[in-house]
């Protein structure tokens, strides 16, 4: 069985910074795309940065120049650094990695949930 752990969530002012952590653990024979997503009240769930197992990174656009996606390897952790925190960016952020659990099982997986508030 494969869980995914979020941390770092909090409240923070606008024009803050926080970094979110998302550790895998379990049955991880490899890891593909991990990526955080975030849900607003009212909103649909987005993608806010995804990376591939190469490095490769992509963010939304509302996101971009802010926020930063980093992954190591060896810890089977996927971080997101945000800086210059708005009341925008204010929601529930889910992390989310496509896991392949042996050479045949492979699914994505879904983290509980960490909140983040940015005040202004």
Same mark, same amino acid.
């Given at each position: 069985?494969v869980q995914?752990?979020e941390?770092?969530?909090?409240l ?5 910074s ?6 895998a653990s379990g ?12 849900e607003?009240?009212g ?13 490769t990174?992509n $963010? ?6 802010r926020?930063t996606?980093?992954r190591d390897?060896?810890k089977?952790?996927v971080?997101?650094q945000?800086?210059m ?12 990695a ?5 050479s045949?099982?492979?699914?994505? $997986? ?10 202004s």
């Open positions: 069985q995914l752990v941390s770092g969530g909090g923070v002012q606008a024009g803050g926080l970094r979110l952590s998302c550790a049955s991880v024979f490899s890891i593909n795309f991990m990526g955080w997503y975030r607003a009240p909103k649909q769930r987005e993608l806010v940065a995804g990376v591939t197992s190469g490095g990174a $963010y939304a656009d509302s996101v971009k120049g926020f996606i980093s390897s060896a089977k952790t971080y997101l945000m800086s925190l708005i009341p925008e960016d204010t929601a529930v952020y889910h992390c989310a496509d896991i392949s659990s042996s045949s099982l492979r699914r994505n $997986y879904w983290g509980q949930g960490t909140e983040v508030t940015v005040s």
